[in-house]
């Protein structure tokens, strides 16, 4: 294939093709007050320095979680990263655009991903992890197809406390794959393992529940209930779990289940306006030929040194396609990086440190905000770990604009999510939220809650 640009005998030869007498007629399409004649109208050249304090000036208009006392979660969460996991994964020798496998020149880079599946199956309670998977969604995907292919089966009961951009990954899979997607909805907040029951009476046979722990809306599942429940209907157990919860939560492969996904993020990694992201998928040996991604393995040399290979790889650039159960392709190599030296850094102690932090403080933070006048939790008093949500009485939305002034950014709204629930915040505190910051939180509410009215438009759906 060559390289080189086109001529202008060639450019005629292909417009002549399409029937086009010139390159104008290829915009025709565009309306002319959108069309750009000369030059683009961009300012004039800065100097290195100007553009510096422009751009200064352009993110000093953000309201970053640096500045401001960071309530969000539902998947994203502020916590405190170590300045050494930083120096690390910036070394050039992992700081890559591509994760460098050849064992001969990369045994380094395939250490650490075995370190990094140790680590996972640790913290899940699994037997076996990959090389990572690109995201949390993604990976509960793949968890879908792994179950379908594993069971013979199409049905997949997905819990609504699944995260909704999870199961709008689901449903895209599902549109092209070999499963069927059914919700289950949540009854107080919770997952009822009941359901499953007559769920899988009611059509033919599921070959997977999905559930979360924590669920979206912070409510802490039965685990070992979803589990039994879904094996008594022939189905694999699919847990999406978030790995900071699990330090001090029993871990879903404690409680049986066949199959835990999650995102990484919590982990070393920053919110970075959303991205990018690392999923890890744990599962249990006898699945480990329908494992996506990849699996790194240790092994020895022929004078007994230790060394690290890429030990299994199922998609097909590397197998027969027919036999390829997933066409994934990669693992998040510098993300996986982060997760595996913040998970070393902190320590299993380290972990349950955070994870306890976390859970004391955000029931702090809800049971002061519960008792501010017209103020409620949702789920009432259903267990919970970091996130909670809170019912208020007028719009979500306007409060969190409205917190916004006291350099608050107060959680996110489910009408996002949900136009049925317009006073639903959904509240994250992490290990880095002081009691200062949720005593302003509280104080920032209970201002907002008395000076405000709700609309009657706004009124409070009742759940």
């Not at 991903?113 to 969604?137: C, H, K, P, W």
Request: proline share 6%; net charge neutral; charged share 20%.
């Amino acid at each position: 294939m060559s390289f080189v640009g086109r001529s202008e005998d060639e450019r005629r030869a292909m417009l002549a093709r399409i029937g086009a007498s010139k390159i104008d007629d290829l915009w025709g399409a565009i309306p002319e007050p959108f069309r750009v004649a000369g030059p683009l109208p961009l300012p004039a050249p800065m100097a290195e320095y100007e553009i510096a304090r422009r751009m200064e000036q352009l993110a000093g208009e953000n309201a970053d979680a640096t500045r401001y006392a960071c309530f969000l979660g539902a998947g994203i969460y502020d916590h405190f990263v170590p300045s050494a996991l930083r120096a690390i994964t910036g070394r050039s020798e992992f700081a890559t655009a591509y994760t460098p496998y050849q064992p001969e020149v990369a045994q380094g880079t395939l250490q650490v991903i075995f370190e990094y599946q140790s680590m996972i199956r640790e913290l899940t309670g699994m037997e076996v992890a990959n090389a990572s998977m690109y995201d949390g969604a993604t990976a509960a995907a793949e968890a879908a197809h792994l179950a379908a292919g594993a069971t013979g089966r199409r049905r997949v009961l997905v819990s609504s406390g699944l995260h909704p951009h999870a199961r709008r990954v689901l449903a895209t899979y599902a549109s092209a794959g070999n499963f069927d997607l059914e919700v289950l909805p949540l009854e107080g907040g919770r997952t009822p393992a009941a359901a499953v029951a007559r769920s899988a009476g009611s059509g033919p046979g599921l070959a997977a529940l999905i559930w979360a722990q924590p669920n979206f809306e912070g409510v802490v599942e039965d685990g070992r209930a979803l589990t039994e429940a879904a094996h008594a209907a022939g189905a694999y157990s699919v847990a999406s779990a978030d790995p900071v919860a699990l330090a001090v939560l029993s871990p879903p492969g404690e409680d049986g289940a066949d199959v835990v996904v999650g995102e990484g993020q919590p982990l070393g990694v920053s919110m970075s306006y959303g991205g990018p992201l690392v999923g890890f998928f744990a599962i249990r040996k006898k699945d480990v030929r329908r494992l996506p991604g990849r699996l790194a393995g240790m092994t020895v040399d022929l004078d007994g040194k230790r060394g690290y290979v890429l030990t299994l790889q199922t998609r097909e650039q590397h197998i027969r396609r027919e036999r390829a159960t997933s066409n994934i392709c990669t693992n998040q190599g510098l993300m996986a990086l982060a997760n595996t030296i913040h998970l070393a850094l902190l320590g299993a102690e380290g972990m349950r440190d955070v994870g306890l932090q976390c859970l004391e403080r955000a029931h702090y933070l809800a049971e002061r905000i519960a008792a501010v006048p017209g103020v409620t939790l949702a789920h009432g008093s259903a267990p919970f770990f970091r996130e909670f949500v809170v019912r208020l009485p007028g719009s979500a939305e306007r409060f969190v604009h409205a917190a916004l002034g006291s350099r608050i950014l107060a959680g996110v709204p489910l009408s996002r999510f949900d136009a049925g629930r317009p006073g639903d915040l959904l509240v994250a505190a992490t290990e880095k939220r002081s009691k200062e910051e949720m005593d302003r939180y509280v104080e920032t509410l209970a201002r907002w809650a008395r000076a405000g009215r709700p609309a009657p438009e706004e009124a409070v759906c009742p759940s």
